[in-house]
């Protein structure tokens, strides 16, 4: 059983043309929750595709995340940490 969800949110920047997807690690056993909570952490940046974009979904729960890394992390019940646009390897370990 996953102990979190990485989410990716395809997110518009002011002064920016087109959506880039931006990840975040949620400490939320529930994928709906960790989803929500992904997109309300990710409104802050800027304005959230309403369809898909080149073939990536708005907002989607990437993989879970095993609990033996969400504690070598550092990842809170409930924590949200965004983490940027790269492709988050470290925390998914591919």
Do not use: C, N
């Amino acid at each position: 059983m996953a102990s979190g969800w990485m989410i990716g949110v395809m997110v518009e920047r002011p002064g920016e043309t087109g959506f880039v997807r931006h990840y975040y690690a949620v400490g939320q056993e529930d994928r709906a929750r960790a989803e929500w909570a992904a997109v309300d952490a990710a409104l802050t940046l800027g304005r959230i595709a309403t369809s898909p974009v080149d073939g990536w979904e708005p907002v989607q729960a990437v993989d879970p995340l095993p609990p033996k890394t969400v504690q070598a992390l550092g990842l809170r019940p409930g924590q949200i940490r965004a983490l940027g646009d790269k492709w988050p390897r470290r925390w998914l370990g591919r």
